[in-house]
């Protein structure tokens, strides 16, 4: 069955620096993945997606994710965290014969002036 | 370009009441969902539909909750009689065909008192 497992449950960096969010997939085939991110009293906002087209994703807000199958990891970064980026970040896949999510825990992320 | 839309964003009541929550999914998508979100339990999903017809309702937690789709344009999910341990946020999303990603309402946050 497929899953995703989200290594970190809280991550905290400073403003400008490097965001790290981490992702590991289990599937027997080649999945589908995205990353969701959610903002306070907000629903959960599609950031990117990876459907084997190609390895490195870029989705909104300067966010990217690279597939790596012998990793089988799909981690979220960004190059410089800006305060608003502080938010619960989801990786999902999916399941089944329909577009059933599967999501990790989440990782919270905090953004320090 | 509406997205999906829910209503009301925040409901509180007794418990035992009836409690209706509504969706309005993005036109043209033919596929809809209903989640909860608690901070014991995460995300689950509740039920599924495809081209108004439930598909799986395996995520229902009790016979008390009851979820219609009359039309392609709105879906009921509904709670009677409410208990306390309802209270969590609920959201729709809705998706097209395969595996598009879904589109999440911003949700309701449901207290039973």
């Known amino acids: 069955a497929q899953s995703v497992t989200q290594l970190d449950s809280h991550v905290s960096v400073s403003e400008g620096t490097p965001v790290l969010l981490r992702c590991n997939y289990s599937?027997?085939?080649?999945?589908?993945l995205f990353w969701y991110v959610q903002h306070p009293n907000k629903g959960l906002q599609l950031l990117l997606k990876y459907t084997s087209a190609a390895t490195l994703v870029k989705g909104i807000n300067g966010f990217e994710a690279e597939f790596k199958k012998s990793e089988t990891s799909f981690h979220l970064t960004k190059p410089s965290a800006h305060m608003s980026d502080a938010a619960e970040y989801f990786c999902v896949t999916v399941s089944g014969g329909y577009n059933k999510l599967i999501f990790g825990a989440g990782t919270r992320l905090a953004v320090h002036p | 370009d509406a997205g999906v839309i829910q209503s009301p964003r925040h409901e509180v009541t007794e418990m035992g009441q009836e409690v209706t929550l509504r969706c309005k999914p993005i036109?043209?998508?033919?596929?809809l969902f209903w989640y909860r979100q608690t901070m014991m339990r995460g995300l689950e999903l509740l039920i599924y539909?495809?081209?108004?017809?439930?598909?799986?309702d395996s995520g229902m937690p009790e016979d008390r909750f009851s979820a219609k789709m009359p039309n392609a344009s709105f879906s009921t999910l509904k709670i009677q009689p409410s208990e306390p341990r309802d209270s969590a946020v609920y959201f729709c999303a809705s998706s097209g065909t395969g595996t598009q990603p879904q589109h999440f309402g911003d949700g309701t946050r449901l207290s039973i008192l």
């Open positions: 599937s027997s085939y080649s999945p589908s």
């Open positions: 539909f495809n081209n108004n017809v439930p598909i799986d």
């Open positions: 036109s043209g998508h033919n596929s």
